[in-house]
């Protein structure tokens, strides 16, 4: 079993700046790869980005438009996303995953079926 319990999410005017963070925890050995997903109200899960722990390789969704980025404090089994010039439309809850496939690289780690276990989520809202 593993846990996660992400944090940061807050209210910021469009263009602020937000710095999530997801704590995992219990049995971590397995874990191959970490993911951010987020969903919007009435809409799906969307990936947002992920990293694998053997290469450190990032995987971004098309909208973050480097805008948003992943890392990782694997003494610690912390991951973060940074939240940077922060748009209406990135308003949704965030929530942090983790997979145990090590062969999944690339957009497959966008894909939620990808991952096995989630938070329960940080809710981001832009607005002015």
């Known amino acids: 079993q593993v846990q996660l319990v992400e944090s940061g999410g807050d209210s910021v005017q469009p263009g602020g700046s937000l710095r999530l963070s997801c704590i995992v925890s219990?049995?971590?050995?397995?874990?191959?790869?970490i993911g951010w997903f987020r969903q919007a109200p009435g809409k799906g899960r969307e990936g947002v980005s992920s990293i694998r722990r053997s290469d450190g390789s990032t995987v971004y969704g098309e909208f973050v438009k480097g805008r948003f980025t992943i890392s990782e404090d694997t003494a610690n089994n912390t991951a973060f996303l940074q939240l940077d010039s922060l748009k209406p439309e990135d308003t949704a809850t965030y929530f942090c995953?983790?997979?145990?496939?090590?062969?999944?690289?690339?957009?497959?780690?966008?894909?939620?079926?990808?991952?096995?276990?989630w938070g329960q989520g940080t809710q981001v809202t832009v607005s002015s």
């Open positions: 219990g049995f971590t050995l397995d874990i191959k790869h």
């Open positions: 995953a983790t997979g145990t496939n090590p062969y999944y690289q690339g957009d497959i780690l966008l894909d939620p079926r990808a991952f096995d276990y």
